[in-house]
């Protein structure tokens, strides 16, 4: 049987090591071969780099070479003349040339010897740490790396412990200046220079620890608030937005046929007025209708102030709305829902402008006022508590024409000029919903804005970077119509968007 001929393994899907583990020391100008092995076993090419800027004058003979059928390559590294730390690289090279799978490995040069430095993170503050990574580089300062910081220098020495351990970089170099830095995440480091180390003596050095201030510009949050207002000035706020909404739809002591019959000769197009006048005159249009209002079950604003105080218990007590960041102390709070109604449909603008700051405790405050509308609010609710007893009704005007029976009435009435009795169905259901909308707008014509005042606090979450990844708390405020308020109270809580990348 013939033999199946073997595929040789991607580079890309090798792994590459060092040979010798650990750091490697040598002496100021010492030369020594240095192995790399890849696996899968056979030949690749390999590339060599130094990293860091401490690789000073030193070298490698050949940048390049090519492993043996054992994936192994081996090339002479030549060490710098003077005490430093770097990294060197060795990379697979893809069929492409480029830089495929890689390893790195840290070596120390000094002419006194090296010893272990044990660092000592200081740390005071109220963030959770899981792991420290300590790192040291030679002849730097603190003061050097403090734009690069909390990232580890290239070329480092680096050793991790978990919390309540102490890193311990091994084999760093006598001599030089060493800065010692140590990190938790991106989010809390710090950095101490020191030159006692010994030669095979272990240095404990100190670091104090600063937290990284929270990262507000990056604010990206939903916030969902529960709520529980007054009992009593919630229930007035609520009654007084209803009386309003209500007198402007179809005011107490007015004829509701009237009012409707007027409304839908408004409706109508301009060349069939005349026609709608002549048909109204002739077949006494004013007492059919006040007969089929009259006649009906409950009166139209009766039935809406019904629909209202049903739909007011459907609403769960909770406020939903998104977080963003817009200038310094500054953010955007988009109000979404009130319970289940649409904030736009309850006259919320779209954004309101939030005082957003942090202590330095990592308590994160959020202060503002979001604009209402109460007779919005209310003309929404109302919806909610008309479809439970006409779930047919997809809109208000559906509602509305269901309750004052518009179909009853066209037939009554019947048709005028080219206007059948569809059409006249059509132009009650219009009407109704014209003046719902002049309704709807009350609270704004009798300059009645309602404020929903919001002062949330709470301990922050945050991710690597100090970026906020929630809060939650106890908020209080008030919640006003423009005439009564009611003191209002609840919990809170903020987390990133369903689509936002992981921390």
């Given at each position: 049987?013939?033999?199946?001929?073997?595929?040789?393994?991607?580079?890309?899907?090798?792994?590459?090591?060092?040979?010798?583990?650990?750091?490697?020391?040598?002496?100021?100008?010492?030369?020594r071969?240095?192995?790399?092995?890849?696996?899968?076993?056979?030949?690749?090419?390999?590339?060599?780099a130094?990293?860091?800027d401490?690789?000073?004058?030193?070298?490698?003979?050949?940048?390049?070479?090519?492993?043996?059928a054992?994936?192994?390559?081996?090339?002479?590294?030549?060490?710098?003349?003077?005490p430093?730390?770097?990294?060197?690289r060795?990379?697979?090279?893809?069929?492409?040339?480029?830089?495929?799978?890689?390893?790195?490995?840290?070596?120390?040069?000094?002419?006194?010897?090296?010893?272990?430095?044990?660092?000592?993170?200081?740390?005071?503050?109220?963030?959770?740490?899981?792991?420290?990574?300590?790192?040291?580089?030679?002849?730097?300062?603190?003061?050097?790396l403090a734009?690069?910081?909390?990232?580890?220098?290239?070329?480092?020495?680096?050793?991790?412990?978990?919390?309540?351990?102490?890193?311990?970089?091994?084999?760093?170099?006598?001599?030089?200046?060493?800065?010692?830095?140590?990190?938790?995440?991106?989010?809390?480091?710090?950095?101490?220079?020191?030159?006692?180390l010994?030669?095979?003596?272990?240095?404990?050095?100190?670091?104090?620890?600063?937290?990284?201030?929270?990262?507000?510009?990056?604010?990206?949050?939903?916030?969902?608030?529960?709520?529980?207002?007054?009992?009593?000035?919630?229930k007035?706020?609520?009654?007084?937005?209803?009386?309003?909404?209500?007198?402007?739809?179809?005011?107490?002591?007015?004829?509701?046929?009237a009012?409707?019959?007027?409304?839908?000769?408004?409706?109508?197009?301009?060349?069939?007025?005349?026609?709608?006048?002549?048909?109204?005159?002739?077949?006494?249009?004013?007492?059919?209708?006040?007969?089929h209002?009259?006649?009906?079950?409950?009166?139209?604003?009766?039935?809406?102030?019904?629909?209202?105080?049903?739909?007011?218990?459907?609403?769960?007590?909770?406020?939903?709305?998104?977080?963003?960041?817009?200038?310094?102390?500054?953010?955007?709070?988009?109000?979404?829902?009130?319970?289940?109604?649409?904030?736009?449909?309850?006259?919320?603008?779209?954004?309101?402008?939030?005082?957003?700051?942090?202590?330095?405790?990592?308590?994160?405050?959020?202060?503002?006022?979001?604009?209402?509308q109460?007779?919005?609010?209310?003309?929404?609710?109302?919806?909610?508590?008309?479809?439970?007893?006409?779930?047919?009704?997809?809109?208000?005007?559906?509602?509305?024409?269901?309750?004052?029976?518009?179909?009853?009435?066209?037939?009554?009435?019947?048709?005028?000029?080219?206007?059948?009795?569809?059409?006249?169905?059509?132009?009650?259901?219009?009407?109704?919903?014209?003046?719902?909308?002049?309704?709807?707008?009350?609270?704004?014509?009798?300059?009645?804005?309602?404020?929903?005042?919001?002062?949330?606090?709470?301990?922050?979450?945050?991710?690597?970077?100090?970026?906020?990844?929630?809060?939650?708390?106890?908020?209080?405020g008030?919640?006003?119509?423009?005439?009564?308020?009611?003191?209002?109270?609840?919990?809170?809580?903020?987390?990133?968007?369903?689509?936002?990348?992981?921390?």
């Amino acid at each position: 049987m013939k033999a199946e001929p073997v595929v040789p393994p991607a580079p890309s899907a090798a792994l590459i090591r060092f040979e010798q583990e650990g750091t490697i020391t040598l002496a100021p100008g010492e030369s020594r071969a240095i192995q790399v092995v890849a696996s899968p076993p056979t030949t690749y090419d390999v590339r060599f780099a130094l990293v860091g800027d401490g690789a000073l004058d030193g070298w490698i003979e050949v940048a390049a070479v090519t492993a043996d059928a054992n994936g192994m390559a081996t090339i002479q590294l030549h060490a710098p003349n003077q005490p430093t730390t770097f990294h060197l690289r060795a990379s697979i090279v893809l069929a492409d040339g480029s830089a495929g799978p890689s390893a790195e490995t840290s070596v120390a040069v000094s002419a006194q010897g090296f010893g272990t430095v044990r660092v000592l993170p200081q740390y005071t503050g109220k963030r959770a740490v899981e792991t420290w990574t300590a790192s040291v580089a030679a002849r730097t300062t603190c003061a050097d790396l403090a734009a690069t910081l909390p990232g580890e220098p290239k070329g480092a020495l680096v050793a991790k412990a978990a919390f309540g351990a102490a890193p311990l970089v091994q084999n760093a170099p006598v001599g030089p200046n060493l800065a010692v830095a140590v990190r938790a995440g991106h989010y809390g480091w710090g950095c101490a220079d020191t030159t006692d180390l010994k030669a095979d003596g272990a240095l404990d050095v100190k670091v104090t620890i600063v937290d990284k201030p929270i990262d507000l510009a990056a604010t990206d949050l939903d916030l969902a608030l529960t709520y529980k207002p007054d009992a009593a000035d919630y229930k007035a706020l609520i009654g007084g937005a209803t009386e309003l909404l209500g007198e402007a739809f179809l005011p107490k002591g007015s004829s509701e046929s009237a009012l409707v019959l007027a409304a839908m000769k408004l409706a109508a197009p301009l060349d069939q007025a005349p026609a709608f006048d002549a048909a109204s005159a002739m077949l006494g249009w004013d007492a059919v209708a006040a007969a089929h209002f009259n006649g009906l079950p409950k009166s139209v604003r009766a039935r809406c102030t019904s629909w209202i105080d049903a739909g007011l218990p459907l609403q769960a007590p909770t406020l939903t709305a998104h977080l963003t960041a817009k200038d310094v102390g500054v953010a955007t709070l988009d109000l979404l829902t009130i319970g289940s109604i649409d904030a736009a449909a309850a006259g919320v603008p779209a954004a309101s402008t939030f005082s957003w700051t942090a202590d330095p405790d990592d308590t994160l405050i959020l202060g503002g006022n979001v604009l209402w509308q109460p007779s919005r609010y209310v003309g929404a609710v109302a919806l909610a508590g008309a479809k439970v007893n006409q779930p047919n009704a997809q809109t208000v005007t559906d509602a509305l024409a269901q309750a004052a029976d518009c179909a009853g009435l066209a037939a009554k009435l019947g048709g005028f000029g080219t206007c059948n009795a569809d059409c006249v169905v059509a132009l009650c259901a219009k009407a109704l919903d014209d003046r719902w909308t002049l309704a709807l707008a009350a609270s704004t014509e009798a300059g009645q804005i309602g404020h929903l005042a919001i002062t949330a606090s709470g301990p922050a979450q945050i991710d690597d970077t100090a970026k906020p990844r929630g809060f939650k708390g106890i908020w209080l405020g008030t919640v006003s119509d423009g005439v009564v308020s009611a003191k209002v109270k609840g919990s809170f809580e903020a987390t990133p968007p369903a689509n936002a990348p992981p921390p």
